[in-house]
């Protein structure tokens, strides 16, 4: 049975949410790898729309085993919550398995989150203000406080005791800014721990024994490509490994049993935060489309910035991720375009660039090379094949996959599991040959 990764290919919101939803039944196995609550996947099922923050959407299915994985950086107030509010609405979370060294986001993290931001200034990253990026900081120092310390209460209280000292020091001295008390976090922390105390187990050996017994695991990606800590826009990047490399150490579930990767991308493109943008939009024409996709972020509500689709990045995507196929997201926001531009290169100091560049000040000085073409100005909705959708549409895609080189494996036309298209001879039908019979 394949073992498959999900990835965004451009900096986020590209529709994943829906495509490992269109894919979590034919699969046993949904788990996350990387990211936090940052995090806002929306699936629509039926008339119910969920906005799932840290749980996998696999949890919407029945029978569908959801894994946490040590790459995630967990609140736990939030994870609760979240739990809680999928609870009343009748989804069981009998199957949800959070990986014991998945690393905590304490309160002290959404405060330096927030205070480093404004220090920053107009270097400022646009983070989501929920305190991700600190609790991998703390990771990578060895302070970090885990799932299983959780478990613990004397080996809890001493991590905690050290990193509330240090933490402190540095809200007072550096941001002065509020600082927090040992006995009041222990206190909400155990709180959360008798909650979550079930959930938490060994997840990569029970990855590992669930894969030697024939299941198959989807290794769903959050935020994106260009949002990873080494192959994104760094700095305006999150601070985990977003890309297909990290659902192997994010989970535990070695390289060699990973069998190909999905990338996810937008018609067009959309940023939330700070960073370059070469492929970014102004005026009526942005407004327009971020009206027409509904392009607010579905963790902060901020508007997203919005651009056409960036080939360049396209072609990167596929190379550090080693796509073997992309699911086109929202063409339907596309049908009122009366052009339609593609980035197909860039332009820097009288060069055309075709690579993305690596260099951080090349990407920011970038200026788009754009091809043309005129819109279809119909309705794409509803298309059930690629032969029902306008002949300049179908031109489009045609060029956007000459472009990356990959071929499409879904075309997403609406927010609906039925508003998708499944493109033929692609790795996706080889992979999950009873997902023909799931979408029509
Ligand atoms: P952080 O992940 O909150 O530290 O934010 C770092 C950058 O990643 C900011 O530009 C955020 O807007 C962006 N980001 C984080 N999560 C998401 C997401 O789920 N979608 C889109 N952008 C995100």
Redesign the pocket.
């Known amino acids: 049975m394949p073992n498959i990764v999900v990835v965004g290919t451009q900096?986020?919101?590209e529709g994943k949410g829906k495509v490992v939803d269109i894919l979590t039944p034919h699969v046993n196995v949904v788990a996350r790898f990387a990211?936090g609550n940052?995090?806002?996947h929306t699936v629509v099922v039926g008339r119910e729309k969920y906005v799932l923050h840290t749980v996998p959407s696999g949890i919407l299915h029945p029978g569908c085993r959801s894994v946490i994985g040590c790459g995630v950086v967990v609140d736990p107030g939030s994870l609760i919550e979240e739990m809680e509010s999928l609870v009343q609405r009748g989804v069981t979370l009998d199957h949800l398995f959070i990986s014991k060294n998945a690393h905590l986001i304490m309160p002290y993290h959404p405060a330096l989150?927030r205070a480093s931001e404004a220090k920053l200034g107009k270097r400022r990253?646009?983070?989501?203000?929920?305190g991700?990026?600190p609790a991998y900081v703390d990771k990578a120092a060895r302070v970090g406080i885990r799932m299983a310390d959780l478990l613990n209460e004397a080996l809890f209280r001493e991590k905690l005791e050290l990193n509330v000292a240090q933490k402190n020091r540095l809200l007072r001295e550096i941001y002065d800014a509020q600082t927090f008390s040992v006995e009041e976090i222990l206190n909400q922390y155990l709180r959360y721990a008798g909650w979550l105390a079930p959930y938490i187990t060994d997840t990569a050996l029970l990855l590992s024994r669930w894969i030697d017994s024939g299941y198959s695991v989807l290794f769903e990606g959050?935020?994106a490509t260009m949002?990873d800590i080494d192959h994104g826009t760094y700095p305006?990047?999150?601070?985990s490994s977003t890309t297909a490399g990290g659902a192997s150490t994010g989970t535990g579930v070695p390289p060699t049993r990973i069998h190909g990767v999905l990338g996810v991308s937008k018609a067009y493109t959309t940023r939330?935060?700070?960073?370059p943008f070469p492929s970014e939009m102004s005026g009526p024409l942005a407004e327009a489309i971020r009206a027409r996709g509904h392009e607010y972020?579905?963790?902060t509500g901020r508007p997203r910035r919005c651009g056409w689709f960036d080939a360049v990045i396209g072609r990167y995507a596929a190379r550090i991720n080693g796509l073997d196929t992309v699911a086109l997201t929202k063409l339907d926001v596309l049908d009122q375009c009366e052009s339609l531009k593609v980035c197909v290169g860039y332009r820097y100091r009288g060069e055309i660039l075709t690579e993305f560049p690596e260099d951080e000040n090349v990407v920011a000085a970038a200026e788009p090379v754009y091809e043309e073409s005129e819109g279809w100005r119909a309705p794409t909705a509803g298309a059930k094949n690629e032969a029902d959708l306008p002949a300049k549409a179908r031109r489009y895609l045609e060029r956007l996959e000459e472009l990356i080189g990959v071929p499409f494996c879904l075309i997403s036309t609406g927010a609906q599991r039925d508003e998708t298209i499944l493109c033929e001879d692609s790795p996706l039908l080889r992979w999950y040959p009873s997902v023909r019979s799931s979408l029509v």
């Open positions: 900096w986020g919101d990211g940052n995090a806002g989150d990253i646009g983070t989501t203000g929920k991700v990026g959050a935020q949002l305006y990047i999150t601070s939330v935060g700070g960073g972020g579905a963790t």
